[in-house]
C-alpha cells in the first residue's frame, strides 16, 4: 500500500515538475487575469451593458477562460505523452496505467484549484483598485455560491473530457465535443428542457446537470430543470466518478 503511495506521490510530482516548467502554464494565468481586468475596464466604460456587481459576482466572468484551460489541458496531458514516446517510459517504470492516468486527473483538480483561487484573489484586487463596487454581504455569499456551482459543472466537462482523450487521438476531436457540450445547457436549453418535461427520468441527464449555476443564482430554473439544489451536488460527483472510470478502463486496456 505504502508502495503504491509513494508511486503516486512521484508521478503526481514529475506532471507538476512538467507542466510548471512550461511557459504555457502561467502565460494562461497571466491571460486569465487580464481578461478579467478587461471586463473591469468594460464595466467602468459601459456600466449601462456591463454591470459592476453582476461582473464582481460571476468573478469577472473568470471561469468562461478557466474551463477553456482546463479543457485544453485535459484533452493535451495525455497526447503529449504519446507525442514524445514517455508513455512507454512510464509504463516500463513499473508504474500501473490506473496511476499514470489519476495522476494527471490529480495534477488537473490541482491546477483547477489553482485558478479558481487565483480568481477569487483578483477579483477582490480588481474591486478594490478599479470597480469600486459597493459589497453586500449578500453579495459575498452570491459570489463564492457561484464559484462552488462553477467548480463543479467545470468537472463535470473536465472529466468527460478526460474519458474523450483516453478515447481519441486527436485532442482537437476532444476540445470541440467538450465545448460544444460545456455551451449546449444554454443553446439547447428550450429543447432540452422540452424533452425532460416529457419524461422525468431525463432530468438527470448531465447536460442538465450544468445548469447548476443557472439555478443557484434564479430558483425560478427549477421549475425548468426539474432538480433541486441538492441534486445537483449528488448528481455531478456521480458522473464524475462514472467519467472517469470508464476513462481509465479505456485507457489502462489501450496501453496494454
Given at each position: 500500500?505504502?508502495?503504491?503511495?509513494?508511486?503516486?506521490?512521484y508521478?503526481i510530482k514529475?506532471?507538476?515538475?512538467?507542466?510548471?516548467?512550461?511557459?504555457?502554464?502561467?502565460i494562461s494565468?497571466?491571460?486569465?487575469?487580464?481578461?478579467?481586468?478587461?471586463?473591469?475596464?468594460?464595466?467602468?466604460?459601459?456600466s449601462?451593458?456591463?454591470k459592476?456587481k453582476?461582473?464582481?459576482?460571476?468573478?469577472?466572468?473568470?471561469t468562461?477562460w478557466?474551463?477553456?484551460?482546463l479543457?485544453?489541458?485535459?484533452?493535451?496531458i495525455?497526447?503529449?505523452?504519446?507525442?514524445?514516446?514517455?508513455?512507454k517510459?512510464?509504463?516500463s517504470?513499473?508504474f500501473?496505467r490506473?496511476?499514470?492516468?489519476f495522476?494527471?486527473?490529480?495534477?488537473?483538480?490541482?491546477?483547477?484549484?489553482v485558478?479558481?483561487?487565483?480568481?477569487?484573489?483578483?477579483?477582490?484586487?480588481?474591486?478594490?483598485?478599479f470597480?469600486?463596487?459597493?459589497?453586500?454581504s449578500a453579495?459575498?455569499?452570491?459570489?463564492?455560491?457561484?464559484?462552488?456551482?462553477?467548480f463543479?459543472?467545470?468537472?463535470l466537462i473536465?472529466?468527460?473530457?478526460?474519458?474523450?482523450?483516453?478515447?481519441f487521438?486527436?485532442?482537437?476531436?476532444s476540445?470541440?465535443i467538450?465545448?460544444?457540450?460545456?455551451?449546449?445547457?444554454?443553446?439547447?436549453?428550450?429543447?432540452?428542457?422540452?424533452?425532460?418535461?416529457?419524461?422525468?427520468?431525463?432530468r438527470?441527464?448531465p447536460?442538465?446537470?450544468?445548469n447548476i449555476?443557472?439555478?443557484?443564482?434564479?430558483?425560478?430554473?427549477s421549475?425548468?430543470?426539474?432538480l433541486p439544489m441538492?441534486a445537483y451536488?449528488?448528481g455531478?460527483?456521480?458522473?464524475?466518478?462514472?467519467?472517469?472510470?470508464?476513462g481509465n478502463?479505456?485507457?489502462?486496456?489501450?496501453?496494454?
Open positions: 500500500m505504502r508502495s503504491r503511495r509513494v508511486k503516486m506521490l508521478l514529475q506532471e507538476m515538475f512538467k507542466n510548471y516548467h512550461k511557459k504555457s502554464t502561467f494565468m497571466i491571460i486569465q487575469v487580464l481578461f478579467m481586468l478587461s471586463m473591469a475596464i468594460l464595466s467602468l466604460k459601459y449601462n451593458v456591463f459592476g453582476s461582473l464582481f459576482i460571476e468573478n469577472y466572468n473568470a468562461l478557466i474551463v477553456f484551460v479543457i485544453f489541458m485535459a484533452s493535451n495525455f497526447l503529449n505523452e504519446y507525442k514524445y514516446g514517455t508513455i517510459l512510464l509504463i517504470k513499473e500501473s490506473t496511476q499514470i492516468y495522476s494527471k486527473v490529480i495534477f488537473v483538480f490541482i491546477q483547477s484549484v485558478l479558481y483561487l487565483l480568481a477569487i484573489i483578483m477579483t477582490f484586487i480588481i474591486n478594490f483598485v470597480t469600486r463596487v459597493a459589497i453586500t453579495d459575498m455569499k452570491s459570489l463564492f455560491t457561484n464559484i462552488v456551482c462553477e463543479f459543472s467545470t468537472w473536465v472529466s468527460l473530457c478526460f474519458l474523450l482523450a483516453s478515447i487521438r486527436s485532442s482537437g476531436l476540445i470541440t467538450s465545448i460544444i457540450l460545456y455551451f449546449s445547457a444554454s443553446i439547447a436549453s428550450n429543447l432540452m428542457f422540452m424533452v425532460i418535461a416529457s419524461n422525468k427520468l431525463l438527470f441527464n447536460i442538465n446537470m450544468l449555476t443557472n439555478q443557484s443564482g434564479d430558483s425560478s430554473y421549475h425548468l430543470t426539474l441538492y451536488f449528488i455531478i460527483p456521480i458522473y464524475v466518478f462514472i467519467f472517469m472510470l470508464i478502463y479505456i485507457f489502462v486496456q489501450r496501453n496494454k
